[in-house]
């Protein structure tokens, strides 16, 4: 999510993160390769082309500004890396369900050039889905493209999602189109027991609404020297909270995430998200991709 979800763990006492959209004018059936030509986007999504193989590589750049200072104690370790591969395309009834396998690599312990040691770097893989249809483009809340930040979660497995009001992402013609929209979810976690101390299962609710604004396209250049002109810039606002199954008191009161939580977007035609900024001054950028 936007806060991103895996800090979440800062604010709901015994949570551990690491840590959709409406389609229009989109066909309901999984996208079929053209002889001699590219395959089409599931669902029609050419701001978010999904096909069969097709693969993101992204990495972390600190952005100009700095992170504020009130969000230095909550800010979470960025990837290094992010690396993203739709791994199929299927139909399911009246839905397309996309599989994506992401993998998000972090330092662990920097580089000890004195010493001679080498960085101690860690991998989470994910696998996230998008489901897609004539009205919906459901992204799974573990995905990157959920919320622009890598996703995962530890100890803890999300066993029911709604949402409550429209989808992530409104698209039209394959597109974002000039019109804000928001998405609410409400989703229910359970906490797997962990080791030591921790062996207490706990469960609570997430409630999210998160705020779409389109904004005038931008050109986007990475550090690798690509350059994207005219890309789809989009604000996401998010708040939200956490109520406990069993609250630590008698009155269960809701847990409040910070507020107006933004994150921004940059989306390019027939290539995907490109650019992500949030308020932890974690940037990432596309290196790699491959579109089919």
Known sequence: MNIPM????LFAVPIAFVGSVTLEHASDAAPKAKAGGPKVAACGARILPLAEGNSW???FFPPKDAILPELVRLAPRPAKSISIVVKSVTVKGADTVVALEEKNVYEIVAEN?????SAVMAEVVVNSTITCNKTK???SPDSFFF???PGGYR???????ERTKATSLKLVNGSIGDDPWEED???HFIRKPGTGAD???????IEMERSFTPAQPEDVATKNGNHFKDAEKLQLITTGRITLDTPVSPVPAPQELPKNWRTLMWLALDVGVVQTLNMYAHQYQVMEYKIQ
């Open 6 to 9: 895996r800090a979440l763990a």
């Open 57 to 59: 590589t992204y990495e």
């Open 113 to 117: 050039k004195e010493k001679k040691k």
């Open 137 to 139: 483009f459901e992204i």
């Open 147 to 149: 919320a622009g930040e």
């Open 155 to 161: 100890n803890l497995e999300l066993d029911k999602v």
């Open 185 to 187: 979810i409400s989703a």
């Open 199 to 205: 062996l207490k299962i706990s469960a609570g609710k």
